[in-house]
């Protein structure tokens, strides 16, 4: 229930012409106030005057629009373009306007704490994603030093620094500005400094060089995703040459370790990269997705002084040596969530598989189990190792061939898990054609009978009402979880791999011609 205060707040930032005119006599501590009633409001000027004039030295937007007594909701989920862009122009007229150095308090201005979601619940409908922000703050530090110098605002501007966190985005497209902004930072008063980095669509000497300028010492998570070809050998000199002594999270893309191409001196490198992961001791969240480490995911992992409690190894082509070490390793113990898709873990390895789930049992939150060959006739063996997981929030088993029948069972046991909020299903078998063959191709995914599976999904569905279960959110996103960053980027990516196409095929018209 929203406070008096709240409510007050709300009346002032709806009459913008009386509050922007009056913003002056306003307490210093009632701006957080007004400023999450004037975003959940989108008043844009609103929000652009009050980060202009702000009169303390924080301004944090997680915690500004997350609940509060005075306001439960929390409104950090809204990456509203409105508001996201006015708070930036705010920031650009804090440092140009006229006002004392010395009555400017701000010191940081923190835009971590915004998340990305599928549906904008603010009026706009408009989101401004992480790689659009990333953009439109390099793009307005650049934009502040031009108008400084036009200005001639410099000497008066001296004693203005503000440390701006961010979660940085950076692709092909955006790359030369953010090299700009960031080789420019010593110069700005808006001081940037990266929290997180995500690199897609880079080479990699462009990677390498971005990332020493975004401050490594100081990164707490670090993701190349997707379409950069970072193989082993570039890791090495990356880690060789850049240290990370903050960093709590890692994610590498795909094939970056290919065991099935290793000659002994990889075996080499794989162990002196072991021993490089082992110094960053805040270590705790790795993503490995397919990276064939067939045999040699003890040798990766083993030297990691600190366990770990994220860990991604889908479609990494372990084998019942690399499921043993997991399972007897330190790293069991804590792990909080585990991706393990494209593995037949029932087939290949169910002891040491569940024996995995048990040591993690008391720690486990998050399991992901796509595209493992679960089959009906796994289902009881599967709801053993899943019963001690009485931490379990999270599951998902999209693309396993299991039956009406299988799934029944599974969300009749779903009821008993305490905190279990989040659940995506596969689409049951009963509803494709029987000659369909798993895992299916993507071609196929949507080939089943629409009004059947609507109807077996209401009944998965009536179950959890039955139980007084509505809290459990169970769906079947037929190709995978929303993934915000790739959303946003996802037109780029495209014309990418059109174009890596097109010279694909340009390179064997010419080899043809060649050999005629």
């Known amino acids: 229930m929203r406070s008096l205060r709240f409510m007050s707040a709300e009346a002032l930032v709806s009459d913008t012409q009386r509050i922007r005119r009056n913003l002056n006599s306003v307490a210093h501590n009632l701006f957080p106030l007004l400023f999450k009633a004037g975003y959940l409001q989108e008043q844009g000027d609103v929000i652009h005057d009050l980060v202009e004039n702000w009169p303390l030295p924080e301004l944090n937007l997680g915690e500004l629009l997350g609940r509060t007594s005075d306001h439960p909701e929390d409104l950090s989920n809204r990456a509203c373009w409105v508001c996201l862009t006015s708070c ?90 953010a090299v700009q902004a960031l080789f420019l930072r010593p110069h700005s008063p808006l001081k940037i400094h990266c929290v997180a980095f995500r690199a897609d669509n880079l080479v990699p000497r462009k990677l390498f060089y971005i990332t020493k300028l975004a401050e490594p010492a100081l990164l707490r998570r670090f993701e190349v995703v997707h379409n950069v070809r970072l193989e082993m050998e570039h890791l090495q000199v990356l880690l060789d040459n850049v240290h990370f002594p903050q960093l709590m999270a890692l994610v590498l893309p795909a094939r970056t370790f290919d065991v099935r191409r290793f000659t002994p001196e990889d075996e080499a490198t794989l162990a002196s990269i072991g021993e490089k992961l082992s110094q960053m001791t805040r270590l705790t969240e790795l993503g490995l997705p397919f990276s064939p480490l067939t045999g040699r995911l003890r040798r990766l992992l083993s030297p990691l002084k600190t366990p770990l409690k994220v860990l991604d190894v889908s479609n990494c082509s372990l084998n019942h040596a690399d499921m043993a070490y997991l399972a007897n390793s330190l790293h069991s113990n804590h792990l909080e969530a585990l991706d393990i898709s494209g593995h037949d873990v029932t087939d290949l390895y169910p002891s040491t598989f569940f024996k995995l789930l048990n040591h993690s049992s008391h720690t486990l939150k998050s399991l992901t189990l796509e595209e493992c060959n679960i089959q009906d006739i796994h289902v009881n063996m599967l709801i053993l190792g899943l019963v001690p997981c009485r931490k379990l929030e999270e599951l998902k088993f999209l693309g396993n061939p299991l039956s009406f029948r ?111």
């Not at 030093?145 to 203005?160: K, Y």
């Open 406 to 516: 299988g799934l029944k069972c599974l969300f009749n046991i779903f009821i008993d898990f305490p905190r279990l909020k989040y659940v995506e299903f596969p689409v049951p078998k009963d509803c494709y054609p029987n000659d369909i063959s798993y895992p299916i191709n993507e071609a196929d995914l949507s080939k089943f009978d629409c009004q059947k599976y609507q109807r077996l999904a209401e009944e998965l569905h009536t179950i959890l009402l039955e139980a007084k279960r509505e809290d459990i959110e169970a769906s079947t996103p037929l190709y995978g979880s929303y993934d915000a960053a790739v959303q946003e980027t996802g037109s780029e990516l495209g014309s990418v791999l059109l174009k890596s196409f097109r010279d694909a095929l340009e390179s064997f018209s010419m080899a043809l011609r060649e050999i005629n």
């Open 88 to 177: 930036l122009a705010g920031l650009r007229d804090y440092v140009l306007n006229r006002s004392s150095p010395y009555t400017k308090r701000l010191r940081t201005m923190d835009l971590t704490g915004i998340k990305d979601v599928e549906v904008q619940l603010c009026p706009c409908k408009k989101a401004l994603g992480r790689w659009a922000r990333t953009e439109l703050l390099c793009q307005t530090c650049f934009d502040l030093l031009v108008d400084i110098q036009r200005l001639q605002l410099g000497p008066s501007l001296a004693e203005i620094a503000v440390d701006v966190l961010v979660d940085l985005f950076v692709t092909e497209r955006s790359y030369e500005l």
